[in-house]
């Protein structure tokens, strides 16, 4: 069959709402942009055990240490899920991860800001995971079969993330105020950075013609930020918290919260390389893998030996 009819039934297939699935022919375009999103998706999830990671040691008690235990046992189980989706496009996932540790893949830039305060695990549940979910909910009715799926299990999970977060977010919040200080410091902080989350400008987003067109993303960037800026602020009201945006107003007329222009250079830098924690994150990263050297040799040297011996 010719290219122009297989690109016709598979679209018509997308408009029909069936889902993909990897031994489906699909456009080669289809398949880039996918393994160029799935794998900086896992790689986020990876990555981002590393800012909550680091405050395991300090949690003040021990619920909530085996909460955030948990938390970042999860990041990582999502991160080998959209690994294994990822490689049904035809990828080896220790190339997909060889891109992470020489800095050639993206990952998202939320992850390269620090954690200073136990205040920001409750805000990074709250405002990242929240974040996270409004996108994934999204991704979970996309067209590609294994990616759609491992969003549905991500995203119940998540839902567990975002409420322990704002659960420690809404108890520093009626504490003390020193604590009511550091919780809102926290929020000060990671707001724009989680609109940042959503991608740039639909204007400035090369990718989202073919994955809107392709129904792998439903929603464009900034649909996704307004949805999410619409559900958050009144959960901020609702523990006596702001956002610092002095734009910020609600339009009665629309039912939308307007909110101010994100410093699209900030993002950028970020996104570059040169945020203040992208140089930390390789660097932990590498080490981690340099340390698991001995497990992936262990467990060749044991798929061998099972071989060999049938
Ligand atoms: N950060 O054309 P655009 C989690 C890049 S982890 C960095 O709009 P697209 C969690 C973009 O890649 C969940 N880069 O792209 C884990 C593109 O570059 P290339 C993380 C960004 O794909 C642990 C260029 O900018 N979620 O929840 O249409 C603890 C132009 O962008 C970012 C996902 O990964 C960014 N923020 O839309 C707690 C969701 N934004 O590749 C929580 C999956 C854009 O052309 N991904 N770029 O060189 C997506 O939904 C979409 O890929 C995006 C971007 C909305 C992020």
Known sequence: MREVQLIKQFEERINNGESIEPKDWMPEKY????????????HSEIVGMLPEGNWITRAPNLRRKLALLAKVQDEAGHGLYIYSATETLGVDRSD???QLLTGKAKYSSIFNYPTLSWADIG???WLVDGA???????????????????MIRICKE??????????????????????????????????????????????????????????????????????????TIPQAKAVGL??????????????????????????????????L????????????????????EAARAYAEKRETAN
Do not use: C
């Not at 009626?174 to 809102?184: D, F, L, R, S, Y």
């Open 31 to 42: 398949r880039k942009q996918l393994i160029r999103m799935m794998s900086q998706h896992a």
């Open 96 to 98: 997909l991860i060889e």
């Open 123 to 125: 805000v990074i549940g």
């Open 132 to 150: 996270a979910i409004v996108n994934q909910t999204m991704l979970a009715k996309g067209s590609f079969g294994p990616y759609s799926r491992a």
């Open 158 to 231: 998540e839902n567990f993330h975002k409420k322990q977060g704002f659960e420690i977010v809404a108890t520093l919040a009626k504490g003390t105020p020193e604590q009511k200080e550091m919780v809102q410091d926290a929020v000060n902080r990671w707001w724009w950075p989680s609109l940042m989350m959503f991608g740039p400008h639909d204007s400035d987003s090369p990718n989202s013609e073919d994955l809107m067109k392709w129904k792998v993303k439903l929603n464009s960037n900034d649909e996704l930020r307004q949805r999410f800026v619409d559900l």
């Open 242 to 275: 702001t956002v610092p945006d002095p734009d910020l107003k609600y339009n009665e007329e629309t039912g939308h919260w307007e909110f101010g222009e994100i410093n699209w250079e900030e993002f950028w830098n970020v996104v570059k390389g040169n945020g």
């Open 277 to 296: 924690m992208n140089k930390d994150r390789l660097r932990a990263r590498n080490k981690a893998h340099e340390e698991g050297a001995w497990v992936r």
